[in-house]
């Protein structure tokens, strides 16, 4: 069984940066996928980032592509998603998950019914 906790949400200005963290407890295996969702209010459950444990492979939406970035650190147990560049649209509540076995593809990725594991979630509220 693995356990996640997110982190490091907040409030922040449109153009700034913020750096969420997923701490996991348990043991990841190396097959496993980590991830970030959202969801703001009203809207479903949207993937953002996804990064193998093992290789360090990753995978992001291209909505958000280039404004965030997916790392892990393997010796910590953690997972990251640091986002620069915040709008207002970015406004909603980030989620860690963990799949436990996974592909590549959009269809696998984007189902939040394929993740194992889910975080309480950290909000995050982007001003203008």
């Known amino acids: ?31 496993y996928l980590m991830a970030w969702f959202r969801q703001a209010p009203g809207k479903e459950r949207e993937f953002l980032a996804g990064i193998g444990w093992n290789l360090s492979n990753t995978y992001y939406t291209d909505s958000v592509k280039g404004r965030i970035t997916i790392s892990r650190d393997r010796a910590k147990n953690t997972v990251y998603l640091q986002m620069s560049s915040l709008k207002p649209e970015d406004t909603a509540a980030y989620y860690c998950a963990g799949a436990q076995v996974y592909s590549g593809t959009w269809s696998f990725l984007s189902n939040k019914a394929n993740y194992d594991y889910w975080g309480q979630g950290t909000q995050v509220t982007v001003s203008s």
Do not use: N, P, Y
């Not at 069984?1 to 490091?8: A, D, K």
């Open 1 to 31: 069984q693995v356990h996640l906790v997110e982190s490091g949400g907040g409030l922040v200005q449109a153009g700034g940066s913020l750096r969420l963290s997923c701490a996991a407890s348990g043991r990841i295996l190396s097959r």
